[in-house]
């Protein structure tokens, strides 16, 4: 059964519709796999075995039946811990979530559900989504499966080390500041930020709700591009997502890009990357311009405040995000409280961890009325010249291309205590979330240890037919997505 679940969603899709492994057959062995090597890896908080088999019995039926299937019907996919799916705890790897049941499910997840997507399990993350490298969960790090030795990056790890090592072909993320796009590089797949209000954050844990995006992992442009088009769509219950109709991304994909024009960020180019990640951007060029592409150099000239800016205005949102969790509403409460003071501050000091604590007050510092001009408001307004950057970059390119990081993923430990290298990690991903833009990383070669190199593209708000069209193109020219993490 390795066999097929190697294979891509499509694939496997195609197969199921084809009767020739059902629905259930391939969950099972989905759950196997995560059985087998799950130990060593550390991408999944909890298995929603239960849910995944009752949701592939109800493909079969239909296929026993003829009917119609629903796209991506039967393929196993793995949740991030951060979004509810009823039946299973939430924990967004927080110990004040550790025993917290989803009372609703989330939109994305209904939407799941619906297309008959069997849901094998919740996927491990940063405490929070807070973290590049996963080893902020309160549970257990994850590691990557080219190299268990490595981080598989952040926050979304759990999810990416599931569909790099075939233990699901597709899973769910969430991108606040690089959440899918860093662990899909250092995992060698594919992984996607929509614009911001494509998909409903309804039922996703909150982090900072002006950026977070939900958005799909997958080891292959089109089955990303497939799960895009099942999670996407207006929602009521979400007033930032919006009112558009639920476009056919698979249609545009093989779209010749000749004339197309592509803007290679300058300033992520120059200084910082690795030799690797160099050769594997001018190899991207090079691809790109036998594609019939033209390719052009681009200054984002801000683009070096967009760290400051996020560490600012994310911080800011999470410490009124986290507010929420008080010992009172939800989660954990403190056994040993005299009063009620004491009860907010013991429940937070024992539930949330390091990384998260740091943050909460980082926000609130930047949020207080002494220095909300001096540094919540400047960043507002900074954003928005960052966001000027892209407009004017996008009047002369299509597209902008860069590493999504300028090294591969390095050994466990090595950041942990250096917070501001930890955060330099994200300096190609955030600025594409303070603008909202789609972005997306795809597989782009090796370095010299063999781990996976992450090629980014954007391109402006609301056109990801154009974003998939660009990445599918690269992904047909060479072979890389072709190389699966050997464990
Ligand atoms: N690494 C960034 C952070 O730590 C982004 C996280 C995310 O996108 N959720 O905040």
Wanted: proline share 4%.
């Amino acid at each position: 059964m390795l066999e097929i679940l190697k294979k891509s969603a499509t694939e496997q899709s195609n197969a199921i519709r084809n009767k020739e492994v059902s629905a259930i057959e391939l969950t099972r062995a989905s759950l196997e796999r995560i059985k087998s090597v799950d130990e060593k890896l550390g991408a999944f908080n909890s298995l929603t075995e239960d849910i995944a088999l009752e949701t592939a019995k109800k493909v079969d039926e239909k296929i026993a039946k003829g009917e119609e299937l629903p796209l991506l019907a039967g393929v196993p996919l793995a949740l991030k811990d951060n979004m509810n799916l009823i039946g299973s705890k939430t924990t967004a790897s927080s110990k004040i979530l550790e025993n917290f049941v989803s009372p609703y499910n989330a939109t994305a997840t209904q939407k799941l559900l619906d297309n008959l997507i069997p849901i094998v399990g919740k996927a491990n993350l940063d405490e929070f989504a807070m973290g590049s490298s996963n080893e902020n969960s309160a549970f257990k790090k994850v590691h990557n499966p080219w190299n268990l030795n490595k981080v598989p990056g952040g926050s979304s790890g759990g999810s990416a080390a599931s569909v790099a090592s075939c233990e699901a072909a597709l899973a769910l993320g969430s991108d606040t500041g690089g959440s899918i796009r860093l662990p899909a590089s250092f995992c060698g797949i594919v992984g996607m930020k929509p614009t911001y209000g494509k998909v409903s954050r309804y039922g996703l844990i909150a982090f900072a709700s002006s950026l977070d995006q939900i958005g799909p992992f997958a080891r292959t442009v089109e089955d990303a591009a497939a799960l895009l088009e099942v999670i996407s769509g207006y929602d009521f219950h979400d007033s930032t997502s919006l009112k558009l109709p639920v476009e056919n991304y698979r249609n545009s994909l093989n779209n010749d890009i000749k004339g197309m024009k592509i803007g290679v960020v300058k300033e992520l180019v120059s200084e910082g990357l690795t030799d690797d990640v160099k050769k594997a951007i001018e190899n991207a060029v090079e691809t790109y311009k036998a594609l019939g592409a033209e390719v052009v150099e681009i200054s984002l000239p801000n683009l070096k405040h967009s760290i400051g800016i996020y560490y600012i205005l994310a911080t800011a949102e999470c410490s009124s995000n986290l507010a929420r969790f008080d010992g009172v509403r939800y989660g954990h409460r403190t056994a040993n409280a005299q009063n009620l003071l004491e009860m907010y501050c013991k429940t937070r000091a024992e539930g949330f961890g390091p990384e998260v604590k740091r943050r909460i007050m980082l926000g609130t510092y930047a949020l207080s009325s002494g220095y909300y001009d001096a540094y919540y408001k400047k960043a507002l307004q900074m954003r928005r010249v960052v966001t000027e950057d892209f407009i004017k970059a996008f009047a002369k390119v299509d597209a902008l291309i860069s590493p999504t990081c300028p090294n591969t993923a390095f050994d466990l430990g090595a950041r942990t205590e250096d917070p501001l290298a930890m955060y330099l990690t994200d300096i190609a991903t955030i600025s594409a979330n303070l603008a909202g833009l789609p972005a997306i990383s795809i597989p782009a070669g090796f370095d010299s240890e063999g781990m996976p190199i992450g090629l980014q593209i954007m391109t402006p708000q609301l056109t990801e037919a154009k974003l998939f069209n660009l990445a599918y193109k690269f992904e047909q020219a060479h072979d890389y997505y072709k190389k699966l993490a050997n464990i």
